[in-house]
């Protein structure tokens, strides 16, 4: 029986994992990136919380999406030639809460999903899924010894969508 480690980010982490592990994440309204290298044989995982980094962030970590995706070309170690082989997904940036009259453009998930999307756009990575918005919170896993990945919907309590 093989065993396979598994590995959780939480808020505001990044996680790099290789062959017998797995990287899993909770979302809300946070972003979830991964990124996916199957010719170099590794996978990472960030669990965003906000979008933009108030200022330039030079240390690792996934508090905010534009640092995240610095953290991740780094720990994974991807040169240029090796970025465009990444495939990545996105998920999250669900408005959990829907206060009465509030515009969702205006609301924190909504923000969260359209920053993660032109970050990708604007360092012409390779989106193969994106799964934003909308009111559910989603569990990303991905499966570090064959490549695969799932995102799943996480109902919401009371049978709404």
């Known amino acids: 029986m093989t065993v396979i480690t598994r590995l959780d980010a939480h808020i505001g982490e990044v996680k790099i994992g290789r062959s ?9 309204s946070c972003i979830g990136i991964g990124f996916l290298h199957p010719e170099k044989q590794i996978y990472g995982l960030a669990h965003c919380l906000l979008s933009r980094s108030p200022s330039p962030i030079s240390e690792i970590g996934a508090r905010h999406v534009d640092q ?3 953290s991740l070309i780094h720990l994974m170690e991807l040169d240029d030639k090796e970025l465009r082989k990444v495939e990545v997904i996105l998920a999250g940036g669900s408005n959990m809460t829907m206060p009465s009259g509030a515009p969702p453009s205006k609301m924190v998930g909504t923000i969260n999903a359209d920053f993660a999307r032109m970050t990708i756009r604007s360092k012409r990575l390779n989106l193969v899924e994106d799964d934003l918005g909308g009111m559910n919170a989603r569990k990303v896993e991905i499966d570090c010894t064959t490549g695969s990945y799932s995102i799943k919907a996480i109902p919401r309590l009371g049978g709404g969508s």
């Open 68 to 70: 995240a995706v610095q």
């Open 20 to 28: 017998g592990q797995s990287l899993h994440a909770l979302l809300g």
